[in-house]
């Protein structure tokens, strides 16, 4: 295991040489980390995003690195588009994928009584609906690769209580959950599922929500920490 601070890049402790990667949302934040983690290990991804701009410019560095990276713009909210971003990378990895990461998220932070109708609907599509979708998509490319895993990037919002998340905390509790069924439904066809619940971390997202709820965010976090020092 890489000690604090060390990235695998350092000292890889295997390869995924041959393997092939699709990471949602991947020109920056969490997603832009596992692009250039899972390419410094050989593997070739292809990534997407909405902002192509960003997604030109990560592209522009990746090469400069030398990794194998291909991208494509899309918003993995539409179903449609989701269906497209599936055919490039099956045309693309000539119908195998070994690895599924459905990064892609948005938070919209409110108390629950200030919640609309349409903030429930665009964060469901983003956070449930297309990691789920996704998934039934790159099923047959999956098992035609004889060794496959889904990684559901949740939040430890889906696990306990986090102030003014209530609709991104069904999100990525369902996504917990699909996971669990996932990893049990689709094992006899040599696919792996977890998901992975991290706590906030600096990413654009966050700071992007942070300035929006006047730093409430921040708030939670510092909060959170000192009643978890206090039980301790």
Known sequence: MAKTGESLRDKPRWSLVGMTALVTGGSKGIGEAVVEELATLGARIHTCARDETQL?????KWQAKGFQVTTSVCDVSSRDK???????????????????VNNVGTCIVKPTLQHTAEDFSFTMATNLESAFHLSQLAHPLLKASGSGSIVLISSVSGVVHVNGASIYGVSKGAMNQLGRNLA?????????????????????????????????????????????????
């Open 184 to 232: 049990c439904e689709w094992a006899s066809d040599n696919i792996r599922t977890n998901s992975v619940c991290p706590w906030f971390i600096e990413t654009p997202l966050v700071t992007e929500v942070s300035k929006a709820t006047n730093m409430k965010v921040l708030s939670y976090i510092h909060c959170y920490f000192s009643i978890l020092i206090l039980i301790k």
């Open 82 to 100: 989701r269906e497209k971003l599936m055919e490039t990378v099956s045309t693309i990895f000539e119908g195998k994928l070994n690895i599924l």
């Open 56 to 60: 030109q410019e990560s592209l522009r």
